[in-house]
Nanobody
Framework: QVQLVQSGGGLVQPGGSLRLSCAAS????????VAWFRRAPGKERERVAC????????FYEDSVKGRFTISRDNTKNTVFLQMDSLKPEDTADYYC???????????????WGQGTQVTVSS
């Protein structure tokens, strides 16, 4: 069965950190770009980070640059999103997704993770 299984997330105070994991099963993730999206209540879904397979290059949405880090461990078939200096406006449901191709420049998204909630609040 082809799927992405997410873990991590939860409640954290402003300024805190969380790490999200996205583990693939049923297929090899290393040949695909992988992105993290989020959807906050009442807002449109937005892509916050992406990592390519072709050269490992990364993309970040402006509001998370310098605070979030996307990485991949191909030996574990897993992609991570390290989130530091979290702000209340980072509160959202976060989803990882596999790109059909190896580059973040393409926007054909195939397999989605189940989503995980991140709440930043004091």
């Amino acid at each position: 069965q082809v799927q992405l299984v997410q873990s991590g997330g939860g409640l954290v105070q402003p300024g805190g950190s969380l790490r999200l994991s996205c583990a693939a099963s049923g297929f090899t993730l290393k040949d695909h770009a992988v992105a993290w999206f989020r959807r906050a209540p009442g807002k449109e879904r937005e892509r916050v980070a992406c990592i390519s397979a072709s050269d490992g290059s990364t993309f970040y949405e402006d509001s998370v640059k310098g605070r979030f880090t996307i990485s991949r461990d191909n030996t574990k078939n897993t992609v991570f999103l390290q989130m530091d200096s979290l702000k209340p406006e980072d509160t959202a449901d976060y989803y990882c997704v596999q790109n059909r191709f190896s580059s973040c420049r393409t926007t054909i998204w195939d397999t989605w993770g189940q989503g995980t909630q991140v709440t930043v609040s004091s």
